[in-house]
């Protein structure tokens, strides 16, 4: 299933105005998870460019941003395009240390792919 208007409402991504608070950033990162549990939709994703909008959200503390870049790590687009951001390792190893659980071993999954 494609759905077209990616949910993190970056400019690529069909032209949604972005999240504003923290709920509706968890809500477009909890779709966003559900997207990209098929392998088509998850290079689609990578293509909208919104890596870099997950890793910002990841960087503040949320765990399900980290299991989007879970599934998105899975396919090369997505290992290449997490290499190209800024930070990323750190924002990682910073939710390795000190993050829930599940959101500890995707970060370690993501690290390991990359």
Do not use: D
Not at 5 to 33: F, N, Q
Not at 49 to 63: E, K, N, Q, Y
Not at 93 to 100: Q, Y
């Amino acid at each position: 299933m494609h759905h077209r208007g990616a949910p993190l409402g970056h400019p690529g991504a069909g032209g949604a105005p972005p999240p504003r608070g923290p709920r509706e950033r968890r809500e477009a990162a909890t779709a966003l998870y559900e997207l990209c549990k098929l392998p088509e939709n998850r290079r689609r994703t990578v293509r909208e460019g919104v890596a870099p909008a997950l890793a910002a959200f990841a960087a503040v503390g949320s765990a399900r941003a980290v299991e989007v870049l879970g599934l998105l790590v899975k396919c090369e687009e997505g290992r290449q395009e997490l290499c190209r951001i800024p930070g990323i390792v750190s924002v990682l190893s910073g939710v390795a240390g000190s993050g829930n659980l599940r959101a500890i071993e995707q970060a370690v999954v993501v690290l390991n792919w990359i």
